[in-house]
């Protein structure tokens, strides 16, 4: 894998606002915390609440999304328990 | 747009990676050169992990690439089943460094760490070049192929796969095969376990804390802040870290120690019982928790050994080659030849990772192409896992390293016999470094704990004390590592016992209809009553068999993972073929002839051998003839513990014999249908049609 597909995206912030200030720069750098946040709870198979309202509002517009709640109870479960959840030796 | 084009011209491509390769090969060469020449004086581990990590990196780049690229012609523009299905749960379109580390996380357990730390025996070499060879020609091109055919077959399993390609009989003789591997691996791990914990109160209490500190999570992440996985995962690490602090307080308790200080025997019947009720007990509470808390401790603590490799750069007591390749060694028996090619299963070649490349990671890549990283990739970083596990064993001082491997038959269980018998192999050990090794780490005694747990635990602590905290922090660092395999074992139980019912359930299903219902109690019980019964009944024997334990149960774990390895490439070959690409059918050919040549072999020898130190069959007669004649043979104390020893053994071997059966057969279907679709002129692969994302490459994930 080519090193400049690590690098650009961490330059990626500049493209988007292209300014210097710090609010600018806040707002940067909280989205890459955000998304580095979301990548690490993918990463060990946590409940994602926010990811699923996007996803339900694209997919399925006017009907009603879970409670946080009910989300996050259906998702252990169907982690959890099915066949073929498993973890390895 | 502007920064990006301007950088991307600004590098000159081509020469900087031509540079930057040609780099990587020189270093590798370098380190494994400095490896090769200092062979009389001791080599720093820190060469052995950089051979390591060049050697990944080339292959990654050029034969995982061209396996990639020519072999399974991978296409970024075919839409993978998450994007067909993206349902937000199951399928889910994933940024590929995301879905690597949550690939890695599944399949990396503690079969890395115990198979290469068994190895050692051997010395380093071996072992180091088996991992290499072997990962990089056969476990994760496996890997990578299976992840290829569950993709191509939207996410589904290698049982269904096997079914679809090979044919139904195939499909249940894969499942069978299926069901007894999980049966040995949980064996094998439970085993580890007690082995570790035996007469350690310090060790049982941290261990026996997570209990409550998973089940306070569960609640935590169920009802008080629902899904904060973060803030349970923090407390329950802080918790962890107290405990284990907490630990060497209840040892020297004159109430509390003997209150956590149990026997091997009466380990296994509390592990016994912890399988039956966890596994019953709702995934929220228990499981799922623990499974984040190990989760966290995994990635946290194989970073800390990288680091601490580097920081303290130990030397490799171990010889490179000892005397032990004859098959004479203590740790396990059998030669170089085939015994450790089954020794180290995962970190070479797994074939349990068939079974999660066709779980959940095909239903989370967004790209066809990301599987190059993601499958041959991930595997290559569990092959690390095992390299530096197998540099963690080999830096203790050799006599530490066989005291604390060698069975109680062997070498006693007094430091005054372990350190005689270990001196007279070449060794030179006294009792007092052995008594103080133990009182360094905090226990009473480090003898005859085979199992690799505690021997990765003494050589990370040596490691870790070094790096962070000196020898104060040793014992701390022991038990830190103890309770980190524990826990990722406890969870394996857990969800080994749930992942076992099920299989149980399906082939009970086909006898009698009810027992298959998954949702009815009855059947839920019956059937995980059944699965930690099988499981149990190793764990339990391996403490009270005189000669058993980890030394008898793992071969027979290797043998079974790498024939499911060698039924997941012979799956892989069988796709290849009706795919009409046998021209590159040698990329997952070979790999498959050389498990099959390294399981039958050590198969047959396991189990036929007439060294009733290798044989199964052997031994079994051996103790049998022996007790009906009456006579007493050591270290069995009496005429039932020789009954015993008989019995086991010859249930191990009809074991070996069953496995190698199910190869065969398996390999026999493989040639049956390869033969046809050879005569084919076109491609036959049950593959789901293709289909083009809208918007071609740049579609839905831009």
């Not at chain 2, 109160?201 to 992440?221: K, N, R, S």
């Not at chain 2, 790209?367 to 540099?391: C, H, N, P």
């Not at chain 2, 103790?623 to 050591?634: K, M, V």
Request: charged fraction near 15%; include cysteine; charge should be positive.
């Amino acid at each position: 894998m080519p090193l400049r597909n690590i690098v650009l995206p961490l330059l990626s912030c500049r493209e988007v606002g292209g300014g210097s200030t710090i609010e600018q720069c806040l707002t940067c750098a909280r989205d890459v915390a955000a998304q580095v946040g979301q990548g690490w709870r993918a990463v060990i198979g946590a409940p994602d609440y926010k990811s699923y309202l996007a996803h339900h509002a694209a997919y399925h517009p006017g009907a009603t999304p879970l409670s946080e709640r009910e989300y996050v109870k259906m998702y252990i479960e169907r982690r959890y328990n099915r066949p073929g959840a498993g973890r390895c030796c | 747009m502007s920064d990006r084009a301007l950088l991307r011209d600004a590098l000159p491509n081509r020469s900087i990676s031509m540079l930057l390769w040609a780099g990587v090969a020189a270093l590798g060469a370098f380190a494994f050169a400095g490896i090769a020449l200092n062979r009389n004086e001791p080599v720093s581990a820190a060469w052995l992990v950089t051979a390591a990590i060049c050697v990944y990196l080339i292959a990654h780049r050029f034969y995982g690439r061209f396996v990639a690229e020519k072999v399974l012609k991978l296409d970024p523009t075919r839409m993978t089943p998450a994007e067909r299905h993206n349902d937000g749960l199951d399928y889910v379109p994933t940024n590929k460094y995301v879905v690597f580390g949550h690939h890695f996380a599944a399949i990396a357990g503690a079969g890395p760490l115990v198979g290469p730390v068994l190895a050692a025996q051997m010395g380093y070499l071996p072992g180091t070049l088996w991992i290499l060879v072997g990962v990089v020609f056969a476990g994760a091109v496996q890997d990578l192929v299976i992840l290829f055919c569950s993709l191509r077959r939207d996410g589904r399993s290698l049982g269904e796969m096997v079914k679809m390609e090979m044919g139904p009989v195939a499909g249940s003789v894969a499942l069978v095969g299926t069901l007894a591997i999980m049966i040995i691996i949980l064996a094998a791990l439970g085993l580890v376990v007690v082995k570790a914990l035996g007469e350690s109160p310090w060790g049982t209490f941290t261990v026996a804390v997570t209990i409550p500190t998973a089940m306070l999570m569960g609640v935590y992440m169920r009802s008080i802040r629902p899904g904060k996985v973060g803030e349970a995962s923090a407390f329950g690490v802080v918790v962890l870290l107290l405990a284990i602090w907490y630990g060497q307080f209840v040892a020297k308790d004159a109430s509390l120690g003997p209150a956590f200080t149990y026997s091997a025997p009466a380990l296994a019947w509390a592990i016994i019982i912890y399988g039956a009720i966890a596994s019953m007990l709702p995934v929220w509470l228990l499981l799922a928790p623990r499974d984040y808390l190990s989760t966290f401790l995994k990635i946290g603590v194989i970073v800390a050994l990288a680091i601490g490799i580097y920081l303290v750069q130990p030397d490799l007591k171990m010889q490179a080659v000892t005397r032990f390749v004859d098959g004479s060694g203590p740790v396990f028996s059998g030669p170089l030849f085939p015994f450790l090619f089954i020794t180290i299963a995962c970190g070479a070649v797994s074939g349990f990772h068939a079974l999660i490349s066709s779980g959940t990671t095909p239903k989370m890549l967004e790209r066809e192409t990301d599987a190059r990283f993601v499958g041959y990739g991930g595997m290559l970083m569990e092959s690390f896992v095992a390299i530096m596990a197998l540099s963690a064993a080999c830096v203790l001082d050799p006599g530490i390293y066989f005291a604390m491997n060698s069975p109680a038959a062997v070498i006693g269980d007094t430091p005054q016999r372990a350190a005689e018998v270990i001196s007279n192999w070449g060794w030179v050990i006294t009792p007092e470094t052995i008594s103080q090794t133990a009182t360094d780490v905090g226990e009473h005694t480090i003898l005859n704990r085979a199992g690799g747990a505690p021997t990765l635990a003494v050589g990370m602590a040596q490691i870790m004390g070094q790096a962070f905290g000196g020898k104060a922090l040793e014992a701390f660092w022991y038990h830190f590592a103890i309770l980190f395999e524990a826990l990722f074992i406890l969870t394996a139980v857990d969800a080994g016992t749930r992942a076992g019912r099920f299989m149980i359930q399906d082939l009970l299903g086909n006898i009698y209809a009810p027992l298959g219902r998954t949702e009815s109690m009855f059947s839920n019980v019956v059937a995980t009553l059944l699965c930690v019964a099988g499981w149990g009944y190793f764990v339990y024997q391996g403490t009270v068999d005189p000669l058993g334990g980890v030394n008898t149960i793992w071969p027979l774990f290797g043998i079974s993972n790498q024939m499911l390895a060698g039924i997941a490439l012979l799956l892989a070959t069988t796709v290849l073929i009706k795919l009409k690409r046998e021209r590159y059918a040698w990329v997952t050919l070979a790999p498959t002839a050389w498990l099959l040549i390294c399981t039958l072999t050590a198969g047959w020898m396991k189990a036929f051998s007439s060294d009733p130190r290798i044989g199964f069959y052997a031994l079994a007669n051996k103790y049998s003839e022996a007790a009906s004649a009456g006579t007493l043979l050591a270290p069995a104390k009496s005429i039932a513990e020789m009954q015993r020893v008989a019995l086991n053994n010859y249930i191990c071997g009809t074991l070996t014999v069953m496995f190698v059966v199910l190869v065969v057969v398996m390999a026999l279907f493989t040639i049956r249908i390869s033969l046809k679709a050879l005569r084919n002129t076109m491609p036959s692969a049950v593959e789901t049609p293709p289909a083009v994302r809208e918007g071609g490459l740049a579609g839905a994930a831009a």
